[in-house]
């Protein structure tokens, strides 16, 4: 049986996004995207406890009405999310740590609860990215999504945000998921690590010390992140046309969440 002791979520939340500012706050079916995520931690049920970790005024009054989700005032600057939950967590005890990027509020909460279980028993990987299949040819082009390199055991061993053509039909590449898990005694580890790259991808990082064993936690259902107007668009259409989507964001209301 799956217990969700001593797990810990953190969802970073920032409102300066270059792309689609304030993206966090911007409204699906009358809630904003961050709540869309918050309400799916809290239907996984995986979790012992959620923070949100935020420097922003705007967002800990978005979040006031959930009373068990927790809301950490971090630093203003980070060189990433996975930093910004770090500063969170520092005072709480937990055997693992999921962060989850505010920006997926497509992600299922059945999907949640497997990558929280699989974590869970793995013991031999200390960081996890969950991962989905890349649909089509344009997500392979698109920047702003990150791509996963997988050996045969589903171990990562690079990413890039742009393939070319002839690269793909030699790799096992999947899409990286605003979904990363890590086991309690790696994250001092991994806290020092050099803060950029070329790639401009954090879990880039991890893969510079060879204590890290970085795994894939594949997932079975499609989505994709906001990242800007036109996914937040079609993301209010998701929400309008998937029969699942719409099931999903009704248990709020009966459960009174929002």
Not at 10 to 17: D, W, Y
Not at 29 to 40: A, F, P, S, Y
Not at 105 to 132: G, M, Q, V
């Amino acid at each position: 049986m799956f217990k969700n002791k001593d797990i810990v979520a953190v969802i970073p939340a920032r409102l300066g996004s270059s792309r689609l500012p304030n993206k966090l706050l911007l409204k699906i079916n009358g809630i904003t995207i961050l709540e869309h995520v918050i309400n799916r931690l809290i239907l996984s049920k995986a979790f012992s406890k959620i923070i949100v970790a935020s420097p922003d005024n705007k967002i800990k009054k978005n979040i006031k009405k959930y009373e068990n989700v927790f809301f950490f005032k971090s630093k203003k600057k980070h060189f990433s999310g996975t930093s910004r939950s770090f500063e969170a967590i520092k005072k709480v005890n937990f055997s693992r740590l999921v962060v989850v990027f505010g920006d997926e509020p497509l992600i299922r909460p059945d999907e949640i609860k497997k990558f929280a279980y699989k974590i869970c028993n793995d013991r031999k990987s200390n960081i996890w990215n969950a991962t989905i299949n890349i649909k089509n040819k344009y997500e392979y082009k698109d920047k702003s999504i990150v791509k996963c390199f997988l050996d045969k055991n589903n171990n990562i061993y690079d990413l890039k945000r742009y393939l070319k053509s002839d690269l793909r039909s030699k790799k096992i590449i999947k899409k990286s998921v605003g979904l990363i898990g890590f086991k309690f005694d790696i994250i001092k580890k991994i806290s020092n690590l050099r803060k950029s790259n070329a790639e401009k991808i954090e879990q880039l990082n991890y893969l510079d010390d060879k204590k890290v064993f970085f795994k894939s936690v594949k997932l079975k259902h499609n989505f994709f992140s906001i990242n800007n107007i036109n996914e937040y668009r079609r993301a209010i259409l998701v929400f309008k046309s998937s029969k699942i989507q719409k099931k999903i964001s009704s248990i709020y209301k009966v459960r009174n969440f929002i």
